[in-house]
């Protein structure tokens, strides 16, 4: 399967899922997103939430931040749009249909990249992190929310056999917490500074990487665009097919 049909069955996927997403997924997931913003206000800023879906976090930010949202699913996003105009949330920048993999920001455009449930749900998890990365100024920060999936034991050979079922559905079961630390290990500009369990079911964690000042190798790029950038409309944003054919 190609990496366009493999993004394709999965923003299908959350199509499906976009009616009944809030119902679902609300409340299960409300604590790890209360803990994702706090750890994204640390630092603040400009903020880049990947896979934002329905937007069910975006009230949750302080309106002292600029909230950009993505996601790869138009029924997901459109979701978000509404509540963004029904609940006035001013400060949110924008909103746009946007692959994980292929942001189409400049470099250092962000302090902080949050990715809520997303990462293990993207049909290349190591290139959405290294855009999350590009994306991120030098001295920010990402956070993930994520299911870890067991490394080995009988957990871990259940969430292989689910894998045909759960990535019809929209996400992975398998995926051990070594992806993450080899992704980090290549790159001397990542470092790992969190990583704590968080509700439910003590499958799900919170991670937290800083992209270290003056860093070298995939991102050389200067800091001090950030101020400077203007965020792009969701037009000139949004995938389109002729983009994506590029
Ligand atoms: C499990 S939902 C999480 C939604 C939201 N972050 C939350 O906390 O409820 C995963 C989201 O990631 C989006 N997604 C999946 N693959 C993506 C990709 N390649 N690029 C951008 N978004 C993607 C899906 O459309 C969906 O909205």
Request: hydrophobic share 40%.
């Amino acid at each position: 399967m190609t990496k366009a049909m493999e993004t394709t069955m999965v923003a299908e996927a959350y199509g499906h899922w976009a009616p009944v997403y809030d119902l679902v997924f609300g409340r299960v997931f409300r604590r790890g997103r209360g803990a994702a913003i706090e750890a994204a206000e640390r630092i603040g800023g400009r903020i880049l939430e990947v896979g934002v879906g329905t937007g069910l976090s975006l009230a949750g930010y302080s309106r002292r931040n600029s909230i950009f949202g993505v996601d790869i699913s138009a029924p997901m996003l459109g979701k978000a749009r509404k509540r963004r105009d029904k609940l006035r949330l001013g400060h949110v920048e924008g909103l746009a249909i946007m692959d994980a993999e292929r942001l189409t920001f400049p470099d250092n455009s962000f302090d902080v990249v949050v990715a809520q449930y997303v990462v293990t749900t993207v049909p290349h998890p190591e290139k959405a992190l290294d855009e999350f990365l590009r994306v991120l100024r030098p001295g920010g920060e990402i956070t993930i929310t994520s299911r870890i999936g067991a490394e080995a034991g009988l957990r871990g050979i259940l969430e292989k056999c689910l894998m045909p079922v759960t990535s019809r559905l929209g996400w992975r079961t398998e995926f051990p917490w070594a992806r993450y630390a080899r992704w980090a290990a290549s790159l001397p500009e990542v470092r790992l500074i969190e990583r704590r369990p968080i509700p439910p079911l003590g499958h799900f964690w919170l991670i937290r990487f800083a992209k270290l000042p003056g860093g070298s190798g995939r991102n050389e790029a200067g800091p001090g665009t950030l101020r400077s950038w203007s965020i792009p409309s969701e037009a000139d944003l949004t995938l389109t097919p002729e983009k994506e054919a590029q």
